[in-house]
C-alpha cells in the first residue's frame, strides 16, 4: 500500500509503542520513528492532538492513513504489508486473540506495570515512597489477570492458540517491564504456562531485542 516508510508517533519507552514496533519487525518493515513524550515537562506537543484527540501514544501514519490506539494500528500493519501472518486463521483463535489483548489492555496494564513495576522499581528508582496499599491491589489484579491468560490456551505455546499471533506482541512489552518487579516471580509461579510462553518470546530476535530488559 505505498512506498512510504509508515510512521509512529510515541515514545520508546511506551510498552504501546514498542508492541507496534514489534509488529513491523516482525512483518520485516521499515518506518520511521518520530518522538513524542507525554510526560515531557513542557506538556504534550500540541500538534499531536491532531494525530490523538486523547493526546495518548503511539499515533500512526502511513500511505495518508492515520490512525491511534495500538491493537487497531497493529490489525493494519499486518493486512497493509507482506510478510508473516499476525492473525489466527479460526473464529476462536481470531477471538483468543482479541480477548488477550483486551485483558492486556483494561487490566494488566494498569496492575503490572503501573501497579507492580512502577509503583515498586521505578518510582523507588526516583525516591518515591511505596504505596503498599496500591501494590496489594495491583497483586490480587496481576494474579487474576496471569490465571485469565493461562487459561485462554491452555495446550498450547502462544496466547491466542497455536499459532503466533498479534496478542503475543501485545503481551510481551508489559512483561518486559512486569518482570523486573518483586512480585513477578511469585504470581509467574502459579502459571507455568505463562511463564514458559515468555521465555519463548524473548528468543524471538531481532523483535524482542526492541525492548529494553534492563532498568533505566
Not at 515537562?41 to 491532531?50: F, I
Not at 525516591?127 to 501494590?135: C, D, I, M
Request: proline share 9%; net charge neutral; charged share 20%.
Amino acid at each position: 500500500m505505498g512506498d512510504e516508510l509508515p510512521t509512529i508517533y510515541g515514545a520508546a519507552y511506551s510498552v504501546y509503542v514498542q508492541a507496534v514496533r514489534l509488529c513491523l519487525e516482525e512483518k520485516g518493515v521499515s518506518y520511521r520513528m518520530e518522538e513524542v513524550d507525554v510526560f515531557a515537562p513542557g506538556g504534550l506537543p500540541p500538534e499531536h492532538l491532531s494525530r490523538h484527540p486523547f493526546g495518548r501514544i503511539p499515533a500512526f501514519a502511513h500511505a495518508g492513513v492515520t490512525l491511534y490506539e495500538t491493537a487497531p494500528i497493529c490489525r493494519y500493519i499486518d493486512e497493509a504489508f507482506q510478510g508473516p501472518t499476525l492473525q489466527p486463521a479460526t473464529p476462536v483463535a481470531r477471538a483468543r486473540m482479541g480477548q488477550a489483548i483486551a485483558v492486556a489492555d483494561n487490566y494488566a496494564y494498569s496492575s503490572l506495570v503501573w501497579g507492580l513495576y512502577v509503583e515498586t522499581v521505578e518510582g523507588p528508582a526516583h525516591g518515591r515512597p511505596v504505596n503498599r496499599n496500591r501494590v496489594e491491589a495491583a497483586t490480587k489484579t496481576a494474579s487474576t489477570c496471569l490465571c485469565a491468560l493461562e487459561d485462554l490456551a491452555p495446550k498450547d505455546p502462544w496466547l491466542a492458540g497455536p499459532d503466533f499471533s498479534l496478542a503475543d506482541l501485545h503481551v510481551a512489552p508489559m512483561f518486559s517491564l512486569f518482570l523486573r518487579a518483586p512480585a513477578a516471580a511469585a504470581l509467574l509461579a502459579a502459571t507455568p504456562r505463562i511463564s514458559a510462553w515468555f521465555e519463548r518470546m524473548i528468543q524471538r530476535r531481532p523483535a524482542m531485542a526492541l525492548l529494553n530488559r534492563t532498568p533505566t
